[in-house]
């Protein structure tokens, strides 16, 4: 166990839809980062909070996009639902970044169904 | 978007014997380097770290070596369990990238009995 929780598991939505994921971040780590793996490749790097703020975003359209709350837990929103959005969405969490030393633990993530 | 990586990589090992799992990584400006486990329908499990200034770490039935000059990273795992069957990934991390992991392709273990 990771300490990372994740919601919900699995969902189904529709193509055009919006929808939103949480995250829980492991207790005293400040800094989470959103991933999107599609099935039968690595995680690739949405974006990463830090302090409430976004701080790192990776090759994805501003249709996806978060917040990070006092709390430190965070969300991924992602409107106009496209087809090719159908992933598992998995949270990281660390305790400050991983450039000063501190180990990134994931989530079991989120699976998205996009029909 | 097209699809690319859908074959993994699969290295088929007997139960008992020393697996050695491979990873070429891409940018020589990260220092920070992670070997993750992937069970079906889970998210990646942390198994062990390196830094740049170091070149060989060990843990629990695993090591990981680094060689810095060819881009290579390699996991090992000693003893190997059917309970190690997973996908296996490297990731990268730049200095000063906060926490954007870059990630290899993976590589599926399957321990055979």
């Known amino acids: 166990e990771t300490g990372v929780t994740q919601s919900p598991t699995h969902l189904i939505k529709t193509r055009g839809q919006q929808v939103t994921l949480r995250c829980s971040s492991q207790?005293?780590?400040?800094?989470v980062s959103w991933y999107q793996q599609a099935l039968g490749q690595g995680p690739q790097f949405i974006f990463q909070y830090y302090r409430e703020e976004e701080n790192g975003r990776g090759n994805f359209p501003p249709r996806f996009s978060g917040l990070q709350f006092p709390n430190y837990s965070s969300e991924l929103n992602v409107n106009a639902l496209e087809l090719d959005d159908s992933a598992l969405y998995l949270c990281a969490s660390s305790a400050n970044q991983a450039s000063s030393g501190n180990t990134i633990y994931f989530g079991e993530g989120s699976w998205l169904t996009v029909v | 978007g097209e699809s690319v990586g859908l074959h993994l990589p699969t290295l088929s090992v007997q139960e008992g014997d020393n697996s050695i799992i491979n990873c070429a990584y891409s940018n020589s400006a990260s220092d920070y380097f992670i070997w993750y486990k992937q069970e079906s329908g889970k998210g990646p499990q942390f198994i062990i770290d390196?830094?740049?200034?170091?070149d060989k770490r060990q843990g629990q039935r695993v090591t990981v070596l680094l060689n810095k000059t060819v881009k290579h990273l390699s996991l090992q795992i000693a003893a190997t369990q059917p309970g190690d069957s997973a996908v296996y990934f490297c990731?990268?991390?730049?200095?000063?990238?906060?926490?954007?992991?870059?990630f290899g392709t993976g590589t599926q273990l399957k321990v055979e009995l």
């Open positions: 390196i830094r740049s200034n170091m």
């Open positions: 990731a990268e991390n730049m200095s000063g990238g906060g926490n954007k992991l870059t």
């Open positions: 207790s005293g780590h400040n800094t």
